[in-house]
């Protein structure tokens, strides 16, 4: 009986007062609240989930250790003060990386590409050093690195 159920349409299920107490009929009713309980994520919806930190988008390991490390608000201010320091910036990206020389050591590193001459990076490199340090808190400091890629 359990199969005839199982290959008739999701519309048409046992209601809870007909079921008796047998095991086979205990089986039919779970059948058809699992029908109703399920309901498979499309991936319109789940793109529009992704998470995004200043309009860059933040991979679930990213989102993990933004959230576990309270850095949202930092990250943003991070973003920021690159975009000030480096006149020519292009795309950016995240990613989380772990010391794999000091325990218990990880970051989220911005890759950020940059543009200029020497000179010009040397010295944007310089005033996002300061702009960083003055910006963020002396705990989130270590938590936050910019790889900067020259184009």
Request: net charge negative; aromatic share 8%.
């Amino acid at each position: 009986m359990s199969q005839k159920n199982s290959l008739q349409s999701d519309a048409v299920h046992k209601s809870y007062p007909e079921a008796d107490s047998s095991s086979e009929s205990a089986g039919i009713v779970a059948e058809g609240v699992a029908t109703y309980a399920y309901t498979p994520l499309k991936k319109t919806a789940f793109l529009s989930l992704q998470h995004q930190i200043a309009g860059i988008p933040a991979s679930e390991e990213v989102w993990r250790f933004i959230v576990a490390n309270e850095l949202s608000h930092h990250l943003e201010a991070a973003v920021r003060v690159v975009r000030e320091a480096f006149h020519k910036t292009g795309k950016m990206r995240f990613t989380y990386q772990i010391d794999p020389e000091i325990e218990n050591e990880a970051c989220v590193i911005i890759h950020a590409e940059v543009s200029g001459t020497l000179e010009e990076l040397v010295r944007e490199d310089w005033a996002y050093t300061k702009a960083i340090v003055r910006t963020l808190p002396m705990d989130k400091l270590p938590l936050i690195h910019l790889f900067p890629i020259v184009v």
